[in-house]
């Protein structure tokens, strides 16, 4: 499959990178490592005017100690970077434990942080060829006024299967989003909607830069379920995080990714465990909360009762998993 005719640019700088993405407007796109976002084109699900390339921006590939324990990382660094760099493998485990269990060797090879973390929905009927989704009526995604997962829905339902985006939400990450002229702060957690086609609380003209990572003391854990390892997309996974030792548990968080157009923060089930601990019985009752805080789930990629089943499982080995460290 060719890709659709567009122009390509390569700035010199991130200032130049974004005065091109300011005037592409809705008819540019970013690529870095390009692992989602050719596949996507060859599709013809984007047909952008101008590809706008950061793969060699230096600004963006940065991994930056911060005085307060923290780090700082550019939106440009490559994935099997990430999980080789001391600082990172030393101060939060859990995280370069999520990349590795993303895709295979030869996508993270290319892909980035900041591409996964921006990674567009997916669904069955949408990532298709442009030939296969001939044969049916247009979606949401595709100028259609259907959603084909629920179609008595008015929204999108495909689903946010990135990796990273779960873990960074455990661990309270930041981003640095900027534009020409400006630059703004936002926790990542509200980076994401709960609607498949504006999945993402971005503007034409802004820029995922970097990444900021809070020191954390805290026990973390990254668990996921794909059908195949390296290379199919998670049906689920959760990341956990919580302070104190043994069953004693405080400050719970609860993440769970892959079920829906955003990762969900699972207050209820986290409520439960820091009212009882780590012990078997409150970990079942967490699990049992997963069912009722997921409410509707559809059949995208697994039957939805599947996929419930495997939330509960995921976060009961999350759980399991903060007990014994």
């Known amino acids: 499959m060719l890709l659709p005719a567009h122009a390509y640019v390569r700035p010199g700088s991130l200032d130049d990178c974004l005065i091109a993405l300011r005037e592409a407007g809705d008819a540019g796109q970013i690529v870095a490592g390009g692992t989602d976002v050719i596949f996507n084109m060859r599709l013809k699900l984007f047909r952008p005017e101008t590809v706008i390339s950061v793969r060699k921006l230096r600004e963006l590939q940065d991994i930056e100690p911060l005085p307060d324990g923290g780090v700082r990382i550019g939106a440009a660094c490559r994935l099997h970077d990430l999980t080789e760099h001391p600082l990172l493998n030393g101060r939060w485990p859990a995280f370069t434990d999520a990349i590795r269990q993303l ?33 049916r009526a247009g979606c949401f995604k595709t100028d259609g006024q259907l959603c084909h997962v ?88 959760v990341a956990a995080r919580c302070n104190g030792a043994g069953e004693w548990a405080g400050k719970v968080t609860l993440v769970l990714g892959s079920v829906s157009t955003a990762p969900i923060v699972l207050k209820e089930p986290a409520a439960i465990i820091e009212s009882s601990g780590l012990t078997d019985e409150a970990i079942e009752r967490a699990c049992d909360a997963v069912r009722d805080e997921l409410g509707e789930v559809t059949n995208l990629y697994s039957r939805a009762g599947y996929k419930k089943q495997v939330a509960r499982v995921l976060v009961r080995r999350a759980l399991q998993r903060l007990r014994e460290m």
Request: charged content about 20%; glycine content about 8%.
């Open 103 to 135: 895709a295979s060797r030869h996508v993270r090879n290319m892909g980035t942080l900041g591409g996964n973390i921006c990674l567009k929905t997916r669904c069955w009927y949408t990532n298709n060829s442009a030939q296969w989704r001939a044969g």
């Open 150 to 237: 629920i179609k008595s829905s008015d929204k999108c339902h495909a689903i946010n299967n990135a990796d990273t985006p779960v873990i960074l939400i455990a661990l309270g990450a930041t981003l640095t989003i900027r534009k020409v002229g400006a630059e703004r702060q936002l926790p990542i957690v509200d980076l994401y909607h709960d609607d498949g086609l504006h999945n993402l609380a971005l503007d034409v003209d802004e820029l995922v830069t970097h990444v900021t990572i809070p020191p954390v003391d805290d026990r973390t854990v990254y668990v996921k379920q794909a059908a195949r390892k390296g290379i199919d997309f998670a049906i689920g996974s």
